[in-house]
């Protein structure tokens, strides 16, 4: 049976004409027909090549729908989807708006009509750093009801870690209690998020579309530039890079080894910034890989062995990991490892060939597929300005050995880097832009820097860029790690900053070097008179490294210097700091 014709006889086409624009829009959706012929009458007003007979609209063109998009993110994942979504939803007649945790004001969110949230979560169940605030606003008692409300949410987590999603499953859950409805389910995504989540994003405008009156005509806001608030995308397609330099930066004495690798691209470098990372593609250990071919009775399977080399993640143990164990092997007692809720204590410490030893069972290269999870790349703080190295990047990586349950494990790509690459070999990496790691857009503004250990290296493009462009502004670092005479990364550099201006003042904290621990926070506390000097002068703080410990140590401590030498109590201490979090003169990347 055909398809009836959209467009009548009397249509102001001819034969051909109609028979192909009848081909062309009968798959489209009544949304996607509203929002052209809202496109089609906003062109001819604004001056386009629309033939000035064709037919005015048959009803007035309403508003595009708004939807606010809001993002929770540590790494930059959540927040590009987010902008994955505003794109399709334009495209779709929605007006969307994406809105940083950062900058949400909670008060208002009652008033949002359509809601799409991507939380991340860090570490063991923590809102990234940036999305604190407003997290805790949301999930406190003084929250807004959000009675009227359609939301979604997209969460994003690591299934390595016990707390899986904790933040996006707390939000979906908490938007509910609220009186939000919601309008699909909450998707989890692990490492490998990229297809689930562009069908979670394509279901989510779906289900948030509003009716569509018959004959209505979607407004298209020509006044737009495309583009218009947006940065200028890096390309996220990974590249193939040539090793120049390879240079263990501790001393042979150090029980440390951080290997500063200079890398040159093969054609222009991309447009990197300073604050961004690169993220390496790593291979296993062949060691490794062969261990588990052995405990699965696959050693002859060389396809296999490429695959668990250089695709697939065989160190990661989570609690998901042995529940598609179960499921591929029916081990029973792996099994009873689950039913009695005793596994996540079990795989602490563990990777997988602890699984398979304690467990054995005939597997296939199947089940080790569907065991394991694609191997993801890992990011690095880039530490050089293309405004110094031109079409080069350069990384500082701290090589990760540790011992667990009488094993000597691994870092995957720290200790590939670090053992089994050399000048000369390749590598493929991609840019992973930060912008919210990024230099003050006022050249003039002073800024300081902590960062101990490879926290660092994104200070070295800092400075190097700041020399570069003749920044007027002055630069201070906090630096810090275990001994002066094996552990000053980059001493040398430093140095020769300081004599040429480019670094105003560094202070050190190695905390073996004496019997008493001195860490970068102490060194802040000491200098605490001049460092709220610089920032009453609008000076901007970067603090880089370990999110743990150091990073909340940090800003512990610039509260406590707050209190102390402006006399203030804890509260407004702690209001004073996270001002400058809000206006952006106080950035993190930890990790």
């Not at 624009?21 to 959706?29: F, I, N, R, Y």
């Not at 208002?108 to 940036?130: D, F, M, S």
Request: proline share 6%; with cysteine.
């Amino acid at each position: 049976m055909s398809r009836p014709a959209l467009l009548p006889r009397t249509a102001p086409f001819g034969d051909a004409e109609r028979a192909h624009l009848d081909a062309a829009l009968g798959s489209t959706t009544a949304l996607q027909r509203a929002w052209l012929a809202g496109f089609l009458a906003g062109l001819d007003a604004a001056g386009g090549a629309v033939a000035a007979e064709a037919p005015a609209p048959a009803a007035p063109p309403r508003a595009a729908e708004p939807l606010t998009i809001v993002f929770a993110s540590e790494s930059g994942n959540s927040e590009k989807l987010a902008g994955d979504v505003s794109k399709l939803a334009r495209k779709n007649g929605f007006k969307p708006k994406v809105v940083d945790f950062a900058d949400l004001d909670v008060a208002a969110l009652g008033k949002e009509k359509r809601l799409v949230v991507i939380a991340a979560t860090w570490g063991e169940g923590e809102p990234p750093a940036r999305a604190v605030r407003a997290y805790g606003e949301i999930m406190g008692e003084g929250a807004p009801r959000l009675d009227g409300v359609e939301f979604g949410v997209l969460a994003l987590g690591d299934t390595s870690y016990a707390e899986f999603c904790a933040i996006g499953k707390r939000l979906d859950a908490r938007f509910e209690e609220l009186g939000a409805k919601r309008v699909l389910p909450r998707v989890d995504c692990d490492l490998d998020f990229d297809k689930p989540a562009a069908a979670w994003i394509k279901d989510a405008l779906k289900a948030l579309a509003p009716p569509e009156p018959a004959g209505n005509v979607v407004a298209v806001d020509f006044a737009r530039t495309a583009g218009a608030d947006e940065e200028v995308e890096v390309s996220r397609e990974p590249v193939t890079v040539e090793v120049i330099e390879h240079v263990n930066l501790n001393s042979s004495r150090s029980d440390k080894e951080t290997i500063h690798l200079a890398l040159a691209f093969e054609d222009t470098a991309p447009a990197y910034q300073p604050g961004d990372s690169l993220e390496l593609y790593p291979e296993n250990d062949p060691a490794l890989v062969d261990q588990i071919l052995k405990a699965a009775g696959l050693e002859g399977d060389s396809v296999l062995r490429q695959a668990l080399l250089a695709e697939r993640d065989i160190t990661t143990l989570s609690a998901a990991t042995v529940e598609r164990f179960v499921k591929a092997t029916g081990h029973e007692e792996a099994r009873r490892l689950i039913e009695s809720n005793e596994v996540r204590a079990w795989i602490e410490g563990r990777h997988l060939i602890d699984l398979i030893e304690t467990y054995p069972a005939k597997l296939s290269a199947q089940h080790l597929n569907d065991i394991t999870r694609p191997l993801p790349p890992r990011a690095y703080s880039i530490a050089s300005s293309r405004a110094e190295v031109g079409d080069e990047a350069h990384l500082a990586i701290a090589a990760v050995r540790y011992t667990t349950h009488g094993r000597d494990r691994a870092g995957v790509a720290s200790v590939h880097v670090a053992d089994r690459i050399r000048t000369g070999a390749k590598l493929r990496v991609r840019v992973k832009p930060n912008k919210h790691f990024r230099l003050p857009a006022n050249p003039a503004t002073d800024i300081i820097m902590v960062g101990p250990g490879t926290g660092v290296a994104p200070f070295r493009a800092f400075v190097q860029e700041r020399r570069a462009t003749e920044a007027p502004g002055r630069n201070w670092l906090f630096f810090g790690d275990r001994h002066f005479t094996h552990d000053f990364l980059y001493q040398l550099e430093w140095q020769e900053a300081l004599e040429d201006g480019s670094l105003a003042r560094i202070d050190v904290a190695f905390s073996r070097d004496q019997p008493e621990k001195i860490y970068v926070q102490d060194r802040i506390w000491e200098q605490r008179r001049e460092l709220v000097s610089w920032l009453d002068g609008g000076a901007h703080v970067y603090v880089c490294g370990d999110a743990k410990a150091m990073a909340k140590d940090v800003r512990a401590a610039l509260v406590k210097a707050f209190a102390d030498v402006k006399g203030l109590d804890a509260a407004a201490a702690e209001a004073a700091v996270a001002g400058l979090e809000r206006s952006h003169r106080y950035q993190q990347d930890v990790y």
